[in-house]
Structure formats: structure tokens, C-alpha cells
């Protein structure tokens, strides 16, 4: 009796020990936000439309994954330390019992188990003690309560709220019987958003089809047609890698609200995924992004969705837009115009409006949808803005790197094939059909691949008949374009190889004129922008000499 009586007072000890520290957690949960309360398992299991239940029988679980009561969740914290003084008395009568009697052990707890985690509905105390005393793991009889949201032992009350929308969300829209797809997110609010992109999806099918979806059929085709597409840029960007405490569906909404405020700064209309790439874009882009993100669409839609198309307002800036106007029906892309002006007042002036009207008369006449926008400020800066959000830039080429070092370093069009994020393609003369293009290949250009990528696609998709020249020194230059001849064969394209030797420049520009070549692909820069300025450039050579549009790859 003596040896109870002294485990009893060394147990209420440890009840106030517990008690002081049940405090110290609650004074620290109010500076980090992180509550410390157990969940209820009625507000849970109603909150997360429990929909059925089934008896697992005994079980050993970890007492790690119990964070909540059934009735009694305002008694103990989340680790389940003691919360009233008024329960010293049991605590202490059961921690002594238990140090007493472990040897024969004392009955299970019984626990409901939703998802991942446990609410205890008999056994509070022994779960207290046993967390106490550093036991990892407890029998108990466990009826399993299938709820259409999972709960895992990290979740806060505050996650909740999120958990509850998501359970209604599943409820109204039913997506998780016909699609699965991880709808998780992380903020409050984002269900309601997220059913709004369904509901517009059904008005849009109803204009297209003049027919009614049923929420369901809604859901289900918007997670097809719009939801997945899009995740699928997210994970390609590696957009998450940037926010790991966000989830997919976070980012979706995230992407769209990044787009509207593009559409409202520039005034375009912008695809969502080149708002995610124009997010990932931030970071810089490499030598070959560019076709790393057209490869799908490059097998499967066109490759140029979206022209841009810088105007000056001289005559010859126009050569671009009918260049632009040619491809654009050829890939049914969009055109945006871009007109800059040297200040703000001059945005609103008459003649940058008779620009904007002269560009929306000549896309309308050739039936491809367009829009410009005015802006002011540095023409290079502005152009290499909004390049990101489109897959090709067409510009005039009026004024070429001139061949003084001090006058090509300040060259803006060089500043442009430097900076610039998608491919240029530069108009000197009127426009072309592009029928015949010539594709410059050297094997040592860091951007050859790019440009065989470009050409490639434009003998196959436009039917257009395709050259190719490349300066040689040796057999060995010879047998890289073996892996040419590999690589068009493939795509079943067929090309006229011309091999030659000499200036690189004049090859290129000979051969042009002599077989009547109206395109020629090249890479861009291969260095620095200063270093390149400095040694000789056979691109700035080829720009100045060219007669017909040139395409530079990045």
C-alpha cells in the first residue's frame, strides 16, 4: 500500500509538472499562430462528410497520429497534456495504475480513425500518461469513418475551414468519381474560385455546343481541358520547387490571378500558360527553353500561338506586320502589336492612335485577331517585357548592328537578339511566303539546335522546301550532319544539303541569293554581348547583308 501511496504522490508531481507545461505551450502557440488545441471529432467528421463507417478491431497505433476527442477536446492540449487543474486527482490515480500494473496491462483505448489520424473516444488519461512517459504506441479498438477529404496528423483547426470547403467542393461537383486529381489547397476561399473557372467553362461550352452541362460534366471536362493543361506547365516550369509549402491547385489560381493582372497592365489577352512560363521566366531563361516548352505542341498544335509585332509607324515597320499577318494565318495565331513612344503624353497622341487604327484595319482584313498596345519608354525594354508571354517576335529590320564598334555595342537590335527570351525573326523587305527557307547550320553554335528545331518544323508543317548550308573545314564537320540527316529523316523531312568553304557570312548570303531562299534560320549570339561586339560576327554580317527575313534562334 505504502508503494502506492508513494506512486500516487509522485504522480500528482508529474500532473503538475505536465499542468505548467500545458501553459508554457499555450503562451507559445499565441506568438507562432500554431494552435495547440485537440480537434473535435464531431465538428470534424461534419465538417468532412463523414459518409460511412466500418469496425478495424484492435490495432496497435501511434499516439503521434491522435489529435483529437470525441467530447472531450477541450480537456487536453494537441499532445495531450492536462488543461484543468480539477482532473489532478484522476491523471494521478491512472499514471499510478499504470506504472503499478504495467506488467499486465491496462484495457485498449477506443479511437475513431479518420484518414490518417485517430480521435480518442475512451481512454483520454491513458493517452496523456502515455505520452508522458514516452510510450511511441497504444492498443486500441478502432472504428475506421470514411470521410471524402483524408486528414493527416499535421492538419490545425484553422486547415479546417480549408478541408470543409473541400469536402463541399467534391460534394457539388462530384469530380473525385470521374477524375482523379489532387484538388488540395492550402488557403481558405480557393474552392469558391476554383468552381467559378468551372461555371465559366459552362458558359463557354454552352455558346460553343448551345448545350447544358450538368455541374458535373462541367467539372470533369474543365479538369481535362483546362485544369490539367495547365498543371502540366506548372510541373514543366518547376514553378512548385520556388513555393514547397503551396500545392498545384494553389498555383493554378495563382497563375490565372498572375495573368488577369498582365491582361490589365499590357492590355492583352494572355494565355494561361504563358502567365506560368512569364512566372518562371523571372528566373532567367537558358539556351534552348524555348523549344524545351514548344516540343509537346510542336508534335501535337502549332508552334507559334502568339505573335508579337513591334511598329514604329515608318513605312517600312509595316513589312513586319504583313510578314506577321502571313504566319499568323498559316498557324492561326494572335498578333500584338506593340507601338512605342518616347513619353506618356505621347501615348495618347494622333499619331500613335492612326497606328493602332492602321493595325486593327489590316488584321481584320486579312481575318487574324489582333490588338496593339502604346507604350512608353526604351524600345528594347519594352519589347523583351512582353516577348515572354508570346512565341515569336517579328520586327523590321531598318536599322542592322552597324560594323563601328562603338555604334554596335549601342545597337538596340543587338541588345534585342541578346535579351530576347523567343525567337526573332527580322523583316528587311516586304513580305514573303517563307516557302523557301534556308537553314544556316554550324555544328559549334550553341544555338544550331534551335534552329534546326525551328526549321525542321517549318518544312514539315508549312510544306515549305528546305536548305541547308554549312561552312566545313574537315570531315569530321562533315560527319556532324550525319545526326542532321538523322534527325529530318525522323520527322520525315526532306532538305538539299549544300556544304562549302569560306567565310561563314558570305556563304550564308551567297547561297541565299543564288538559290532565292525567302527565310534564313540561324542561331543567335553565341557570347556576351560585349565580347561578341568585339570579335567579328558573322550574324552581325549576315543582318546587315540580308535581303530576306532572317530567323534567329535562341
Request: hydrophobic content about 40%; proline content about 4%; some cysteine.
Amino acid at each position: 500500500m505504502s508503494d502506492y501511496i508513494e506512486s500516487y504522490r509522485s504522480a500528482r508531481e508529474d500532473f503538475r509538472h505536465a499542468r505548467r507545461e500545458a501553459a508554457i505551450q499555450g503562451i507559445v502557440a499565441r506568438f507562432t499562430g500554431k494552435s495547440t488545441e485537440l480537434l473535435s471529432y464531431e465538428e470534424v467528421s461534419q465538417k468532412l462528410k463523414a459518409v460511412g463507417s466500418a469496425d478495424r478491431g484492435l490495432k496497435e497505433i501511434l499516439i503521434e497520429k491522435i489529435i483529437g476527442s470525441v467530447g472531450r477536446y477541450t480537456d487536453f492540449t494537441r499532445s495531450f497534456l492536462p488543461r484543468h487543474d480539477s482532473d489532478e486527482s484522476r491523471w494521478a490515480h491512472v499514471m499510478s495504475a499504470m506504472t503499478n500494473v504495467r506488467a499486465q496491462g491496462l484495457p485498449p483505448i477506443e479511437v475513431y480513425q479518420l484518414g490518417d489520424v485517430y480521435f480518442v473516444k475512451d481512454g483520454h488519461h491513458r493517452v496523456s500518461i502515455a505520452k508522458q512517459l514516452g510510450v511511441n504506441s497504444i492498443e486500441a479498438y478502432v472504428t475506421e469513418v470514411r470521410t471524402k477529404v483524408p486528414l493527416t496528423s499535421d492538419v490545425q483547426p484553422d486547415d479546417l475551414i480549408v478541408k470543409a470547403e473541400y469536402a463541399e467542393f467534391l460534394e457539388r461537383t462530384r469530380i473525385e468519381q470521374s477524375r482523379h486529381v489532387d484538388l488540395n489547397t492550402t488557403v481558405p476561399g480557393q474552392y469558391e474560385k476554383l468552381q467559378e473557372q468551372i461555371e465559366l467553362y459552362r458558359r463557354r461550352i454552352k455558346q460553343k455546343e448551345n448545350r447544358e452541362l450538368t455541374l458535373e460534366e462541367a467539372a470533369s471536362r474543365w479538369c481535362d481541358d483546362w485544369y490539367l493543361p495547365l498543371i502540366e506547365v506548372i510541373r514543366e516550369q518547376g514553378i512548385l520547387r520556388d513555393f514547397p509549402d503551396r500545392t498545384e491547385a494553389d498555383m493554378y489560381l495563382w497563375v490565372l490571378e498572375h495573368r488577369e493582372a498582365i491582361q490589365e497592365e499590357l492590355g492583352w489577352r494572355v494565355r494561361p500558360e504563358a502567365a506560368a512560363k512569364n512566372i518562371a521566366d523571372q528566373k532567367g531563361t537558358e539556351v534552348g527553353e524555348w523549344r524545351k516548352e514548344k516540343l509537346k505542341a510542336r508534335y501535337s498544335d502549332y508552334l507559334i500561338a502568339d505573335v508579337l509585332v513591334p511598329l514604329s509607324g515608318e513605312d517600312e515597320s509595316w513589312y513586319a506586320l504583313e510578314q506577321a499577318l502571313i504566319i499568323a494565318k498559316r498557324e492561326e495565331s494572335r498578333l500584338y502589336g506593340l507601338h512605342v513612344v518616347g513619353s506618356e503624353a505621347l501615348k495618347e497622341s494622333d499619331s500613335a492612335r492612326a497606328i493602332k487604327q492602321k493595325f486593327e484595319e489590316r488584321c481584320a482584313a486579312a481575318g487574324v485577331r489582333g490588338s496593339l498596345a502604346i507604350e512608353s519608354g526604351e524600345i528594347a525594354n519594352k519589347i523583351c517585357e512582353r516577348a515572354s508571354l508570346t512565341d515569336l517576335i517579328v520586327i523590321n529590320l531598318a536599322h542592322p548592328p552597324s560594323a563601328q564598334l562603338f555604334s554596335k555595342l549601342a545597337s538596340g537590335f543587338r541588345t534585342l537578339i541578346h535579351r530576347s527570351p523567343r525567337p526573332i525573326l527580322a523583316v528587311p523587305a516586304p513580305a514573303t511566303e517563307l516557302m523557301r527557307p534556308l537553314l544556316a547550320y554550324s555544328a559549334d553554335s550553341p544555338k544550331a539546335e534551335e534552329a534546326l528545331f525551328a526549321a525542321t518544323y517549318i518544312a514539315e508543317t508549312w510544306k515549305a522546301r528546305l536548305m541547308i548550308v554549312s561552312v566545313i573545314e574537315n570531315d569530321s564537320d562533315r560527319h556532324e550532319l550525319d545526326r542532321v540527316r538523322d534527325y529530318l529523316e525522323f520527322h520525315e523531312v526532306s532538305a538539299d544539303f549544300i556544304l562549302e568553304k569560306g567565310s561563314p557570312s558570305e556563304v550564308i548570303l551567297q547561297t541565299a541569293e543564288k538559290n532565292q531562299n525567302d527565310l534564313i534560320i540561324m542561331g543567335g549570339y553565341g557570347s556576351g554581348p560585349v565580347m561578341e561586339a568585339v570579335r567579328w560576327s558573322s550574324l552581325d554580317v549576315v543582318l546587315r547583308g540580308a535581303k530576306v527575313a532572317m530567323m534567329l534562334c535562341r
